[in-house]
């Protein structure tokens, strides 16, 4: 071969090896490319990070996401760089991007982890909720890693005590909202904030609750005054229910009195609005839903507290006078538990 000729073919192969590309892969050429870094971990605000390049050969770069971007398409042999932009996590949990760099037959994955702010999602966040008059509580399922806050300008709005525990992952919890009677005798409306405990105003989250208005209270209903013995029968074996065993009393002007198993008496008042029935105690209340049937009256007992969930709930069956009802609590194949209702004249 003349020298002429072979100039030009190592020329050639010189120019062929400098400008390899993904798709050209030089089937006698070994492929030499590393990175500063094959492992990012992140901050939940975002960042810029530099990566270093070192190749024989031209690259590419590309990402799996599109909160995780590098910043160019690729370089060329020798030492380059490029940059991988970060947007800020605006879920609540961790996540994780993948930045491929490809030079000929050489493939590096640099795995990028970026951590999860303190937050909160509000899973079924309503813009507006309407109420009666009446009590109520609205059940929110929210997920969090942190402890969250409940307020309103309005302290007919409260939140019940739940058990958000603060830390990683974050979880899917239930928050709970109540919103007292409305005895004020107009509609009224209120904005609920849910904001994650220490976060700034910017978090939280809000909606707009409109109340009815509570019925008129009725503090000598005839069909609730007398004595209501409360008791259960198992096969031997002891249930803790609450109210079991207690004997209420209902006098006229919504005097109430109540002497628990013990031989403790409890004093307080009680009355009926609409179909419920309030019986109130210097710490707290509890409730039982009246409805009307042939033979007198029945009703759902739920036993509730400010700051508890719903210990238990049954159907009362029908009873009037001084007949009584049985209503079963409790049932499986070894076990029957059931309250009945002694209802009598309370001037006996």
């Not at 800020?88 to 999860?116: C, D, F, K, M, Y």
């Not at 209503?327 to 309250?339: A, D, H, W």
């Given at each position: 071969m003349r020298k002429h000729q072979l100039f030009w073919f190592v020329f050639y192969c010189l120019f062929a090896v400098c400008s390899c590309k993904e798709d050209e892969?030089?089937?006698?050429?070994?492929?030499?490319?590393?990175?500063?870094?094959?492992?990012?971990?992140?901050?939940?605000?975002?960042?810029?990070?530099?990566i270093e390049v070192t190749s024989n050969c031209e690259w590419t770069v590309k990402s799996n996401v599109d909160w995780c971007k590098p910043t160019q398409d690729g370089g060329n042999a020798g030492k380059s760089?490029?940059?991988?932009?970060?947007?800020?996590?605006?879920?609540?949990?961790?996540?994780?991007?993948?930045?491929?760099?490809?030079?000929?037959?050489?493939?590096?994955?640099?795995?990028?982890?970026?951590?999860?702010?303190?937050?909160?999602?509000?899973?079924?966040?309503?813009?507006?909720?309407?109420?009666?008059?009446?009590?109520?509580?609205?059940?929110?399922?929210?997920?969090?890693?942190?402890?969250?806050?409940?307020?309103?300008?309005?302290?007919?709005?409260?939140?019940l005590d739940d058990e958000v525990v603060s830390g990683n992952p974050p979880r899917a919890v239930p928050v709970r909202v109540l919103f007292l009677d409305n005895t004020t005798g107009v509609p009224r409306s209120t904005v609920v904030k849910i904001n994650g405990k220490g976060l700034p105003d910017s978090y939280a989250k809000t909606f707009e609750v409109v109340q009815g208005v509570a019925p008129e209270a009725d503090n000598n209903d005839k069909r609730i005054k007398g004595t209501w013995l409360i008791t259960k029968a198992m096969n031997g074996t002891v249930n803790d229910l609450s109210l079991l065993g207690i004997t209420m009393t209902f006098e006229e002007d919504g005097v109430y009195s109540e002497i628990l198993p013990s031989g403790e008496e409890n004093m307080g008042t009680w009355n009926v609005r609409g179909e419920r029935l309030s019986i109130y105690y210097e710490d707290g209340r509890r409730y039982i839903y009246l409805e009307n049937t042939s033979d007198g009256i029945s009703g759902r007992m739920t036993p509730t507290d400010i700051h508890s969930d719903v210990l238990y709930q049954t159907q009362l069956s029908a009873y009037s006078g001084d007949d009584f009802g049985?209503?079963?609590?409790?049932?499986?194949?070894?076990?029957?538990?059931?309250?009945?209702i002694i209802k009598g004249d309370v001037d006996k």
């Open positions: 892969l030089l089937p006698d050429f070994i492929y030499e490319m590393t990175l500063s870094t094959e492992a990012l971990n992140v901050v939940p605000e975002g960042t810029n990070e530099t760089s490029f940059q991988i932009t970060v947007d800020r996590n605006e879920e609540i949990e961790e996540r994780v991007a993948e930045v491929t760099v490809t030079a000929g037959s050489v493939v590096r994955t640099i795995q990028v982890v970026q951590l999860n702010p303190d937050g909160f999602e509000v899973i079924d966040l309503p813009s507006e909720v309407s109420v009666d008059g009446l009590e109520n509580v609205l059940k929110l399922q929210v997920k969090t890693n942190m402890q969250l806050e409940v307020s309103s300008s309005d302290e007919w709005v409260m939140q049985l209503s079963i609590v409790e049932q499986t194949n070894t076990k029957l538990v059931y309250m009945m």
